[in-house]
């Protein structure tokens, strides 16, 4: 009889996990795709992945080798961020189909190097974790900043007995992603 109540337990819990689920599509370095439908399961590589739920905002996906960190954030947009073998790591593009299109190849993805202003610090957020080899969860940033020549988000990363450290992101007028930059001297080695 427990077993049967653990199963009913795991698989409750299974379900409440996938509810929060959004739909998306990500592409993260070394061909790795990330496919979700609204309420699950979370694909990697067309393998469903095993979830593991960190808070209402927040869950892991992993197989194929790697696990992706997706970030919810409270106006639905969605950020994900990739560990690999050997200590790879990075940000995930996230692909966007165009139906509307009158190609032949409707429905072929379509990566938008333009970030918007709105998904800006999310996206610095997920570079800035990627540096610092931590989850975008200790990641803090600015709203963006417009200057002559783009916009610039600042941020720290809280990493625990290492201390606050300070960065930047910058982007160019279009919303291109330019560079990540630290703003903390660590002297030289």
């Given at each position: 009889?427990?077993?049967?109540?653990?199963?009913?337990?795991?698989?409750?819990?299974?379900?409440?996990?996938?509810?929060?689920?959004?739909?998306?599509?990500?592409?993260?370095?070394?061909?790795?795709?990330?496919?979700?439908?609204?309420?699950?399961?979370?694909?990697?590589?067309g393998k469903e992945a095993?979830?593991?739920?960190?808070?209402?905002?927040?869950?892991?996906?992993?197989?194929?080798?790697?696990?992706?960190?997706?970030?919810?954030?409270?106006?639905?947009?969605?950020?994900?961020?990739?560990?690999?073998?050997?200590?790879?790591?990075?940000?995930?593009?996230?692909?966007?189909?165009?139906?509307?299109?009158?190609?032949?190849?409707?429905?072929?993805?379509?990566?938008?190097?333009?970030?918007?202003?709105?998904?800006?610090?999310?996206?610095?957020?997920?570079?800035?974790?990627?540096?610092?080899?931590?989850?975008?969860?200790?990641?803090?940033?600015?709203?963006?900043?417009?200057?002559?020549?783009?916009?610039?988000?600042?941020?720290?990363?809280?990493?625990?007995?290492?201390?606050?450290?300070?960065?930047?992101?910058?982007?160019?007028?279009?919303?291109?992603?330019?560079?990540?930059?630290?703003?903390?001297?660590?002297?030289?080695?």
């Amino acid at each position: 009889m427990k077993k049967l109540s653990y199963a009913v337990m795991v698989f409750l819990m299974s379900e409440a996990l996938n509810a929060d689920i959004p739909s998306m599509n990500y592409k993260c370095f070394g061909n790795i795709d990330m496919h979700a439908d609204e309420g699950g399961p979370v694909y990697i590589n067309g393998k469903e992945a095993k979830l593991k739920k960190i808070n209402d905002n927040y869950f892991d996906a992993s197989g194929s080798g790697v696990v992706l960190s997706v970030g919810i954030n409270p106006d639905g947009t969605t950020s994900v961020m990739y560990t690999g073998k050997h200590g790879a790591n990075g940000v995930c593009q996230e692909i966007k189909y165009d139906f509307s299109s009158s190609d032949k190849n409707i429905g072929s993805s379509r990566s938008t190097s333009a970030i918007s202003f709105d998904k800006m610090a999310t996206h610095c957020r997920g570079e800035a974790a990627g540096m610092y080899n931590t989850k975008p969860m200790y990641i803090h940033t600015s709203k963006p900043m417009s200057t002559k020549h783009g916009y610039i988000i600042k941020g720290y990363g809280d990493l625990g007995i290492q201390g606050n450290k300070s960065f930047q992101c910058i982007f160019n007028n279009n919303g291109n992603f330019v560079r990540w930059e630290s703003l903390v001297d660590e002297g030289r080695l």
